[in-house]
Structure formats: structure tokens, C-alpha cells
Antibody
Framework: EVQLVESGGGLVKPGGSLRLSCAASGFTFTTYTMAWVRQAPGKGLEWVSSISSTSRYILHADSLKERFTISRDNAKKSLYLQVNSLRVEDTAVYYC????????WGQGTLVTVSS | QAVVTQEPSLTVSPGGTVTLTCASSTGAVTGGHYPYWFQQKPGQAPRTLIYDTGNKHSWTPARFSGSLLGGKAALTLSGAQPEDEAEYYCLLSYNGVRVFGTGTKVTVL
């Protein structure tokens, strides 16, 4: 069974940083492109970034690429999102997903940016 | 960055048919945008229903279908069930950069 489990969310002050993680199991992680998607409370979905299986290709949403960095460690079967210079409007649930027809999603990790 | 627009809300009667659409600010939606459709219920992660315009996952109920219609991507629900009440999002790809639609709240009433 495919499983994606996010972690690393929490309460952070504006200007702070976090590193979100997504642990993958139940499939050959090394062969799949992966993605991060976020959703602010009561709002719609927003694609954040995708990374190819070997990290050769990385794409970010234009509005976020200066502060958000996606990466992966295939040996650890893990996906990461480094988020810097956090703003109140970055408050959201952050989902990781298998970017293979977006066929699998984690349950998300909540990031709250507040002073 | 492109803006992808959906109807804010639609209502369908049980057993009825409704079509949701997904428009791109850059022009007509084509197969090259690889349209996706997602269903999300409160408190749950999204679930993909349709990928690449009209392809279904194994879990996608047969009553959902995807297509291109009048320059937009479209999701048609035929024979609506109470459990289909949810938020629906489309996703378009612009040379790999993905943009979600604004979402449509579907009420079955």
C-alpha cells in the first residue's frame, strides 16, 4: 500500500523557517516525480513544487520559488520542502503527493505562521 | 502565472447531471495542459478523479467523466449521488508548471 506521511509542521513566527518532510513507503520511491501542494484554511489548493525522480528537474510556483526549496533523498525515501522567510499568508496544510497522475496524497502537515 | 477559473458553486439534484468547467486565462484549454480533476471533502486530502483530460483512476466512479468543451476542460457528473457533494478542483499544466483552478462547490440537493 502506498503511504505518504508528512511531518515538520508547527507554529512559527513570521520570518522563520521550517523543513517539512514526507516519508514514502509501499512503492519504489526512486522512480517517481513528487510534489508539494498547500491549502490555506478555508481556501483552495495551490501547487507549490515538483521534483523529478533523480532531482534533475525541479519546478516551483513563480510566487514561491524565492523562499521555498524542494529536495529529496532517495536513499531515505523522503521528500522535503524548505520554507524560509515565512509569512502569515503561508499558513496552510502542506500535502505531499506522488506526481504520477497525482494518484497518492498524504494527509498533510499544518504550518501556522503567527506572532 | 496563468489564472485558472472554475464556477464557484453548482447545485445538482440527486440522479441529475452537472458539468463543471475549467478555463485558462492564457486561452483555450487543450490536451497539452493535461487537465486533472480532484474531489475534496471537508477534512480530507484531495482525491484525483480524472487525469490527462479524460482518464480515470481505478477508484473513479463511472458517473464521472472528463472532456474538453468549448475551449475549457470539463468534468461531467451523470447520476449525482449524495456522496458526490464536495469541492472539485481542476489542475492545468503549463510546460510543467501546475496551476490549480479556483474550485467549485457542488451541492447535491
Amino acid at each position: 500500500e502506498v503511504q505518504l506521511v508528512e511531518s515538520g509542521g508547527g507554529l512559527v513566527k513570521p520570518g522563520g523557517s521550517l523543513r517539512l518532510s514526507c516519508a514514502a513507503s509501499g512503492f519504489t520511491f526512486t522512480t517517481y516525480t513528487m510534489a508539494w501542494v498547500r491549502q490555506a484554511p478555508g481556501k483552495g489548493l495551490e501547487w507549490v513544487s515538483s521534483i523529478s525522480s533523480t532531482s534533475r528537474y525541479i519546478l516551483h510556483a513563480d510566487s514561491l520559488k524565492e523562499r521555498f526549496t524542494i529536495s529529496r533523498d532517495n536513499a531515505k525515501k523522503s521528500l522535503y520542502l524548505q520554507v524560509n522567510s515565512l509569512r502569515v499568508e503561508d499558513t496552510a496544510v502542506y500535502y505531499c503527493a506522488r506526481d504520477h497522475f497525482f494518484d497518492s496524497w498524504g494527509q498533510g502537515t499544518l504550518v501556522t505562521v503567527s506572532s | 502565472q496563468a489564472v485558472v477559473t472554475q464556477e464557484p458553486s453548482l447545485t445538482v439534484s440527486p440522479g441529475g447531471t452537472v458539468t463543471l468547467t475549467c478555463a485558462s486565462s492564457t486561452g483555450a484549454v487543450t490536451g497539452g495542459h493535461y487537465p486533472y480533476w480532484f474531489q475534496q471533502k471537508p477534512g480530507q486530502a484531495p482525491r484525483t478523479l480524472i487525469y490527462d483530460t479524460g482518464n480515470k483512476h481505478s477508484w473513479t466512479p463511472a458517473r464521472f467523466s472528463g472532456s474538453l468543451l468549448g475551449g475549457k476542460a470539463a468534468l461531467t457528473l451523470s447520476g449525482a449521488q449524495p456522496e458526490d457533494e464536495a469541492e472539485y478542483y481542476c489542475l492545468l499544466s503549463y510546460n510543467g508548471v501546475r496551476v490549480f483552478g479556483t474550485g467549485t462547490k457542488v451541492t447535491v440537493l
